[in-house]
């Protein structure tokens, strides 16, 4: 009986050394964050506003964003909240003002650094939900807030595997009306028809993202994974307009999927474009798959 106990101790010791730790970071001007009042405006005592490190504030709609990008605001009650799955999150920022964050529900402790806005580690892996909100009294006092890296673990390692547009790959399917678009980095595909989508079969895979520009005209969005509707915190559709032009954002992220099933995930344009105005559109530019080491990483496989 003794040495069953001690063979079912170690055998629990194995399963839960066996996890293996990994993070994703997610930029601020991912849609997933829900900033209130709004995300991106142009002056930051009345909301939050996307500022760069090489251009300051937006002078002209569309400008690209050059060097590193942080959503600034300076207004008392301005928050941003954002659902994710793992064991610990850290945000990454600058700030002169003061904040309060809270974490399920319940209120935790801020100890920033000069570049932490808030850390916290060994949470139960699972759902989890942020709320981060200025308490702030002088516009002379802002936050400046750029990174989210989440923490999470799997039982075995897992590795990034991007499917790009401009692939030939069989698995990434079109629907409505795409045409290419050229840049230095590659390809973005690009649409401005209403319900037109983009979708990726895939398998072996623990977690799936959508990487994708933010543009003045971009717009609304849906999110399915495996048939499923996903939303963001607030509830309302996707969104990946900007004022500035953001070469690549994440439109999209899913961890904790089962890597012994098939998945689909599908995104699709709900911006109706009646006047069928030109800059009215919706970028894709690639999904991004994290498989299970060792498992069949062919493409979509």
């Known amino acids: 009986m003794r040495g069953l106990l001690v063979c079912a101790c170690l055998a629990l010791v194995a399963s839960v050394v066996a996890d293996v730790p990994w993070e994703m970071t997610l930029p601020n001007h991912s849609p997933i964050i829900v900033y209130e009042p709004y995300s991106d405006g142009t002056d930051p005592s009345k909301g939050w506003s996307v500022w760069t490190t090489e251009d300051g504030f937006l002078k002209e709609g569309g400008s690209d964003a050059n060097g590193e990008i942080r959503h600034v605001t300076s207004l008392n009650r301005a928050s941003f909240t954002l659902d994710f799955w793992g064991t610990g999150i850290t945000l990454t920022g600058v700030t002169n003002a003061s904040y309060e964050v809270v974490l399920d529900g319940g209120d935790a402790e801020v100890q920033t650094t000069e570049t932490t806005l808030f850390s916290q580690d060994n949470l139960k892996l699972g759902d989890h939900i942020l709320t981060l909100t200025l308490t702030n009294t002088s516009d002379n006092r802002m ?4 990174d989210a890296i989440i923490a999470t ?3 075995s390692a897992v ?89 690549d954002s994440i439109l999209y992220f899913q961890d904790n999927l089962d890597p012994s099933k098939d998945h689909t995930i599908r995104m699709t344009n709900l911006a109706q474009n009646p006047s069928n105005e030109t800059w009215w559109w919706m970028t894709f530019t690639s999904f991004e798959v994290w498989k299970v080491e060792g498992a069949d990483n062919n493409n979509g496989g």
């Open 143 to 146: 936050i400046g807030f750029v």
């Open 153 to 155: 673990s799997s039982p």
């Open 159 to 247: 590795k990034s595997t991007v499917y790009p547009s401009y692939d030939d790959n069989s698995d990434i399917e079109y629907t409505g009306t795409w045409e290419p678009i050229a840049i230095p980095q590659g390809v973005w595909q690009s649409t401005s028809e209403y319900r037109a989508s983009v979708s990726l079969k895939f398998s072996n895979a623990r977690a799936v993202a959508i990487h994708s520009p933010l543009n003045w005209g971009h717009w609304v969005y849906s999110i399915e994974v495996d048939s499923h509707i996903k939303l963001p915190a607030n509830d309302a559709p996707f969104n990946a307009s900007d004022f500035w032009l953001i070469r």
